[in-house]
């Protein structure tokens, strides 16, 4: 059971280059939802999914589309890259009932340049 | 969702008790009290939840005021390990988002 996987830890990009940050996990959560956390400062909430083929839009959702064709495949497109995007990005996946609690992932570090 | 407020740090000696106080004196009849934390650098981590009773896990226990509007997460025994950012959320259970404030500074001294 890996919980959440995020790939990759770590990734540069030039200002206008596109990238696929990928998140899968293996819980059968319903539940899947992207957050960026910028230094000293909470996570925001950028797209959410309640299921496959579902998505909608968070609190900071410019820049960055999302899709859902599997249940357990959540990946994170930025269109393109800009420094505003220099964050460190979480996937977290829930069950749709809230119990337990969100399951989070040990983030992707991103530096636009 | 209703709306939190956390000291912005506190300390806590190896060992003792930490209790982390939060406020929530607009939560609604349907949220519950969530509880995250986030070590450094790591993604946040589930600690426990609860509605109006007192909770308790392997982790931590979770006590509610009778009123609901404040409550306090207890670590029985701080390790140095538990030296994190706390988060205290009030949200309806089966809502899909999280809103993250600043959280609690915890630092365990040896």
Same mark, same amino acid.
């Given at each position: 059971?890996?919980?959440?996987?995020?790939?990759?830890?770590?990734?540069?990009?030039?200002?206008?280059?596109?990238?696929?940050?990928?998140?899968?996990?293996?819980?059968?959560?319903?539940?899947?939802?992207?957050?960026?956390?910028?230094?000293?400062?909470?996570?925001?909430?950028?797209? &959410? @999914?309640? %299921? /496959? =083929?579902?998505?909608?839009? *968070?609190?900071?959702?410019?820049?960055?589309? !999302?899709?859902?064709?599997?249940?357990?495949?959540?990946?994170?497109?930025?269109?393109?890259?800009?420094?505003?995007?220099?964050?460190?990005?979480?996937?977290?996946?829930? &069950? @749709?009932? %809230? /119990? =337990?609690?969100?399951?989070? *992932?040990?983030?992707?570090?991103?530096?636009? !340049? | 969702?209703?709306?939190?407020?956390?000291?912005?740090?506190?300390?806590?000696?190896?060992?003792?008790?930490?209790?982390?106080?939060?406020?929530?004196?607009?939560?609604?009849?349907?949220?519950?009290?969530?509880?995250?934390?986030?070590?450094?650098?790591?993604?946040?981590?589930?600690?426990?939840?609860?509605?109006?009773?007192?909770?308790?896990?392997?982790?931590?226990?979770?006590?509610?005021?009778?009123?609901?509007?404040?409550?306090?997460?207890?670590?029985?025994?701080?390790?140095?390990?538990?030296?994190?950012?706390?988060?205290?959320?009030?949200?309806?259970?089966?809502?899909?988002?999280?809103?993250?404030?600043?959280?609690?500074?915890?630092?365990?001294?040896?």
């Amino acid at each position: 059971n890996a919980g959440v996987t995020q790939t990759p830890k770590f990734q540069v990009l030039k200002t206008g280059q596109s990238m696929t940050l990928q998140c899968a996990q293996d819980m059968n959560h319903e539940y899947m939802s992207w957050y960026r956390q910028d230094p000293g400062m909470g996570l925001r909430l950028i797209h &959410y @999914s309640v %299921g /496959a =083929g579902i998505t909608d839009q *968070g609190e900071v959702p410019n820049g960055y589309n !999302v899709s859902r064709s599997t249940t357990e495949d959540f990946p994170l497109r930025l269109l393109s890259a800009a420094p505003s995007q220099t964050s460190v990005y979480f996937c977290a996946s829930s &069950y @749709s009932t %809230g /119990a =337990g609690g969100y399951t989070f *992932g040990s983030g992707t570090r991103l530096t636009v !340049v | 969702d209703a709306k939190t407020t956390q000291p912005p740090s506190m300390d806590c000696a190896e060992g003792r008790a930490a209790n982390l106080p939060c406020n929530h004196s607009t939560i609604s009849g349907n949220e519950y009290v969530y509880w995250y934390r986030q070590i450094h650098s790591q993604g946040p981590q589930y600690i426990i939840h609860g509605l109006k009773n007192n909770e308790t896990n392997e982790m931590a226990s979770l006590i509610i005021t009778e009123d609901r509007k404040s409550s306090t997460l207890i670590l029985p025994h701080a390790t140095l390990r538990d030296t994190a950012v706390y988060y205290c959320i009030v949200r309806v259970e089966n809502d899909y988002k999280l809103s993250f404030g600043a959280g609690t500074t915890v630092t365990v001294r040896a």
